[in-house]
């Protein structure tokens, strides 16, 4: 769901329960995440939304799976990673990505993916959702997430 060809959801989460979990590296990127994650929901209509911080987006993937075995309804897993000089970026976001991947295959509990894996800061600025961004990647993955859980009822 990025750019162009994004689809355009009108969503009713009532009742639904969803934690956020979200790393804390990058902190202005983060809370941009944050807000329109947290925007997102509300828009949702979803009003039972928990906060879960981790210090980091390997961490993601075991407390999404916590989470996910706690009741929630879906997970927003949101966090940052930056390329920087060394393979460091490749076995973080390759392992986040795979971990939160099977969290929701394993527990059939949607997980909204908002993890951003950029070259550089003003990548990250520019998907943060924050004030002169191109795009709002935290709405994005929290709207995935209900809009998943809606979708799985009607199966």
């Known amino acids: 769901m990025s750019g162009a060809g994004a689809p355009t959801m009108e969503l009713d989460g009532t009742g639904l329960r969803v ?17 329109g994650a947290r ?10 939304v928990q906060v879960v911080t981790v210090p980091g987006s390997f961490e993601l993937p075991v407390a999404a799976a916590r989470v996910a ?7 927003v897993a949101l966090g940052v990673v ?18 939160l991947t099977d969290v929701a295959v394993r527990t059939g509990v949607p997980v909204g993916f ?25 709405a994005e993955a929290a709207q995935a997430a209900v809009a998943t859980v809606l979708a799985l009822r009607e199966v």
């Open 69 to 75: 075995g706690s009741g929630a309804d879906a997970v």
């Open 19 to 35: 934690t956020i979990v979200a790393a804390s590296w990058h902190t202005t990127v983060m809370q941009g995440l944050l807000d």
């Open 114 to 138: 908002g993890l951003l894996t950029c070259d550089d800061e003003q990548q990250a600025i520019d998907r943060a959702g924050l004030e002169g961004s191109r795009e709002d990647k935290g």
């Open 39 to 48: 925007r997102a929901l509300d828009e949702a209509r979803v009003t039972d």
């Open 82 to 99: 930056i390329r920087g000089g060394t393979p460091h970026f490749e076995y973080v976001c390759a392992a986040a990505t795979q971990g």
